[in-house]
């Protein structure tokens, strides 16, 4: 009967716990959607190149330091990104003759003024500035320190400067002028230079014109024993280092035109001094060594008769007579046109023949 009695309390309270329930949903779906709204607000607030979105609306919004509107300019006080122009901002603007955050500004000072070189003032991408146009002291016009090498010549330092790295010309890479004795040579001026050992045997002239004494030069000098010039090491000539005589007859060694060489200046054995081999009608005796001549044409012992063929002594000249019967000590001793030779070697006539001269020699008849 209590049950029946309270029926509609309950139903009224059950819908209100549903009416309440409902409300709590509703909030959180408005909740949600009122955040994805402000994320979506916030990621637009900036462009994609960093500017406010509201950038050159020509009102001065959150992020901005200036906004010109369409009058926006990097090359102006505001910047496309509505920036105010400032030096080192790598854009040149405003007032700004460059900027040096600039890649390109390597020119430029930390002013965003461009370097002027002259003006005595060391600024960015300068060695040096003196303040003048003068390239022969030790800062150049282009206000880089004078070098050896930059092609003017730095007074009381340089000697040259020709801004080359050639050796061969008249200035020297040192920046010192060319001379004989630097030890270079100057094509055109020089013909040879060793520096401080021109003038010495074997180096070039003292004054570069040439070599100077040397073994070939054909005249004995420094530690020469001889010198025969362009003939030094041919046979019988000069060593070619001139440290004494070459190949030569008499050395002992068979050599150039030689047919032997025994090192003697006998003539008369199997080599004559002139190393060339002894042989029968070479007009010299050859009675030494393997040699068994009695004579060979000319040479042969006094008044005998020489066969030239097989070089032996086959007698006596008219009127001469060999007493010993050796031709080869004294040859034909006696002179049967002397009467005392009568009858040969000194012999007297006998068997009852006199002495009588006849036919020009003296004989027994």
Not at 27 to 55: H, W, Y
Not at 56 to 82: H, I, K, R, V
């Amino acid at each position: 009967m209590l049950s029946n009695v309270n029926m509609p309390l309950m139903r009224g309270l059950a819908f209100v716990v549903l009416l309440f329930a409902c409300n709590i949903h509703v909030g959180e779906a408005a909740s949600d959607s009122a955040g994805e709204t402000s994320s979506s607000s916030s990621s637009s607030s900036t462009g994609s190149t960093g500017a406010p979105a509201s950038c050159g609306d020509g009102a001065l919004d959150p992020g901005e330091e200036c906004d010109n509107g369409q009058f926006n300019a990097d090359s102006g006080y505001c910047t496309t990104a509505c920036k105010l122009a400032a030096c080192g901002d790598g854009i040149k603007n405003g007032a700004e003759s460059c900027d040096y955050a600039d890649p390109a500004g390597s020119s430029c000072t930390m002013e965003c003024k461009l370097v002027s070189c002259g003006n005595a003032i060391v600024e960015r991408g300068e060695e040096c500035d003196d303040g003048n146009a003068d390239d022969t002291d030790a800062c150049l016009a282009s206000c880089m320190a004078a070098t050896c090498g930059d092609g003017a010549v730095q007074a009381g330092v340089e000697e040259c400067d020709d801004g080359n790295a050639e050796d061969g010309d008249s200035c020297l890479t040192s920046c010192v002028s060319a001379k004989c004795g630097d030890g270079v040579v100057h094509e055109g001026d020089e013909a040879c230079d060793d520096g401080a050992e021109n003038g010495a045997y074997g180096k070039c002239s003292a004054t570069c014109a040439g070599p100077g004494e040397y073994c070939g030069d054909g005249a004995q000098n420094g530690p020469e024993t001889c010198d025969d010039g362009a003939e030094n090491g041919a046979y019988d000539m000069c060593a070619a280092d001139c440290s004494g005589p070459g190949d030569f007859c008499g050395d002992g060694v068979k050599n150039g035109p030689e047919a032997c060489d025994d090192a003697n200046t006998s003539n008369n054995d199997d080599c004559l001094k002139s190393c060339k081999a002894a042989m029968c009608g070479d007009g010299i005796l050859w009675n030494e060594g393997n040699g068994g001549e009695e004579c060979d044409a000319g040479a042969k012992p006094d008044n005998t008769v020489c066969d030239d063929a097989s070089c032996k002594i086959v007698g006596c000249d008219e009127f001469w007579a060999n007493c010993d019967k050796n031709y080869a000590s004294n040859g034909c001793e006696a002179d049967l046109s002397l009467s005392g030779n009568c009858g040969a070697c000194g012999v007297t006539c006998s068997m009852g023949k006199s002495c009588t001269f006849n036919g020009g020699k003296y004989g027994c008849n």
